[in-house]
């Protein structure tokens, strides 16, 4: 995302130049058209002063050629001249010379305005010289900057195309990660039906252990309080016997003690042969009940030792049961703490998952929205450079246009030079005609002397002509009057004739038809 701001700053900045550039491009456009209007108001100038030169040529020209055609036919009609003429044909020579000197200083006058618009053309040339100049570099420089434009726009272009690539790489990993998302959710959703079938078999065992540790414990406990009981029952009837056995053997010896002194033990000694059986008796007796509590002691000793190892028993089963009941407690414990960290791990997946959704989708959006820009933007570059390009090829054009005009203003100077030459000779046949001008003034008075006499009596014949068509208009008024009586009579002579079945004069008929004739030729 940094790449691509960094790309799209870049892309704003070239923006930037290119804007920079166009407005450039713009002012020196506008400067050039200022300069080409100029230019132009000048051309206009010197094309007036070209066709004002060139109008007082042709003028001198069609000049020169009237008088040269009054020279011509003016020799023409000198053998036919009367002295009277000659005369002012004289004087007329006289008048010439003066016209020459004053159509001299006329000539001097023109070719110092003619130097003066030499001056002034080689001054324009030079100054259109420099500004083509000018403008070649500036095309130059204009054609550089947009090649490098252009550059810029190839190298937008394929960073563009990298872009496009990237994103399309980075949609494919994105498939790709949401493939592994599904992949992971349908791993976590076995995992997490593995989870619960274990968690419902741990429930299960802890409740059958629950159960059997409780009926263990019930049997045992019920056991060994059994024997505890049986034990201490025994026991108490063991320390009764012991404590009756105890107290009869007491009993025994102390009569039989304090009935014996230390006196009398020679008496017992002689006496004992007498109660010797008795004696022997309780002696045996005794033996017998020592051994009694020999064997007592012995079978409470045993009974003791018994109990000490069914407690030593109880013991080792009940360290055996916790060390079982903890080792299952370790198992549940490890369980519970893996189900944990596996539903930790999970979680934390899942958040992962989330963030790494959400951060993609978000990258999504800014990649989508930056590209949208990065469109836009060279959607507005492309406008703009074929705006730019547009303006370009118009001022191309009107460059051409331009370089046509100067061509054409080239041509005109060399017309103009062409036409300077031809002013030279002009003036010299002006020089030459200038005398024959004034001869053709003077004929021209002579004729215009002529004319008017012509005049008179064309105005003359015009009377004459007119009194003339008066007269055949009435001559016609009364062919007319005759042509409707003779018609006239010709009906009624056709008439006549019909009603008096063709017996008509034929010298009547030959009267009409003669005078008919002579009416044809009166019309002619």
């Given amino acids: 995302v940094e790449r691509y701001r960094a790309e799209i700053k870049k892309l704003q900045e070239s923006e930037a130049e290119i804007k920079a550039l166009s407005f450039n491009y713009a002012a020196l456009l506008k400067e050039k058209e200022e300069q080409i209007l100029r230019l132009n108001q000048e051309n206009g100038s010197l094309k007036q002063n070209l066709n004002a030169t060139n109008a007082a040529l042709s003028a001198a020209r069609s000049e020169s050629s009237k008088v040269s055609s009054n020279g011509i036919n003016a020799p023409k009609g000198n053998g036919d001249q009367s002295p009277h003429q000659l005369r002012k044909s004289a004087s007329l020579v006289k008048n010439r010379h003066g016209g020459n000197q004053m159509s001299n200083g006329l000539t001097s006058k023109h070719d110092g305005r003619e130097k003066e618009l030499a001056d002034l053309l080689e001054e324009k040339n030079r100054s259109l ?29 394929m ?28 791993e976590l959703s076995k995992l997490r039906s593995e989870l619960n079938g274990k968690m419902v078999e741990i429930r299960r065992l802890q409740m059958e252990l629950n159960r059997q540790e409780d009926e263990s414990t019930d049997d045992t406990q019920d056991n060994l309080k059994r024997a505890i009981a049986t034990l201490e029952k ?13 107290a009869a053997l007491e009993s025994s010896r102390k009569p ?20 010797s059986p008795r004696m022997q008796e309780m002696e045996l007796s005794l033996q017998q009940m020592e051994k009694d509590l020999k064997e007592t002691c012995r079978e409470r000793d045993k009974a003791l030792q018994e109990l000490s190892r069914l407690k030593q028993h109880l013991l ?22 893996s189900n944990e960290y596996q539903r930790a791990q999970i979680s934390r997946l899942e958040k992962a998952l989330k963030l790494a959704m959400a951060g993609q989708e978000e990258a999504k959006m800014t990649n989508n929205n930056e590209l949208q820009k990065s469109k836009e933007i060279i959607d507005d570059l492309n406008k703009k450079l074929a705006n730019c390009m547009r303006t370009i090829d118009a001022k191309n054009v009107e460059l051409l246009n331009l370089q046509t005009a100067l061509g054409q203003y080239y041509a005109e100077i060399e017309a103009k030079e062409h036409l300077e030459r031809d002013l030279a000779l002009a003036r010299e046949e002006s020089s030459r005609l200038s005398g024959l001008l004034k001869d053709a003034d003077q004929q021209v008075e002579l004729s215009k002397r002529e004319k008017e006499e012509i005049l008179a009596k064309l105005l003359q014949t015009e009377r004459m002509l007119a009194e003339g068509k008066a007269r055949v208009n009435k001559l016609e008024e009364d062919n007319s009057k005759l042509r409707r009586a003779l018609e006239h009579s010709m009906t009624r002579l056709n008439r006549m004739s019909m009603d008096s079945d063709y017996l008509v004069d034929r010298l009547a008929c030959l009267d009409f038809e003669s005078y008919s004739y002579y009416e044809e030729l009166s019309t002619f």
């Fill in 159 to 186: 960073r563009l195309q990298e872009e496009h690539k990237q994103n399309e790489s980075f949609q494919e990993e994105l498939k790709l990660l949401k493939s592994e998302k599904d992949k992971t959710f349908t």
């Fill in 256 to 275: 039989l003690t304090g009935k014996i002194d230390p006196n009398a033990s020679e008496t017992l000694k002689l006496d004992s042969s007498g109660s």
């Fill in 316 to 337: 080792e089963k009940e360290s055996e049961e916790s060390e079982k009941m903890d080792e299952d407690s370790k198992i549940i414990e490890e369980l519970r703490e």
């Fill in 234 to 246: 025994e026991n108490t009837h063991l320390k009764m016997e012991k404590n009756e056995l105890e």
């Fill in 129 to 157: 010289e420099a500004v083509q100049a000018s403008h070649e570099q500036q095309i130059k420089q204009f054609k550089m900057e947009l090649e490098k434009e252009r550059d810029k726009l190839v190298n937008v272009q």
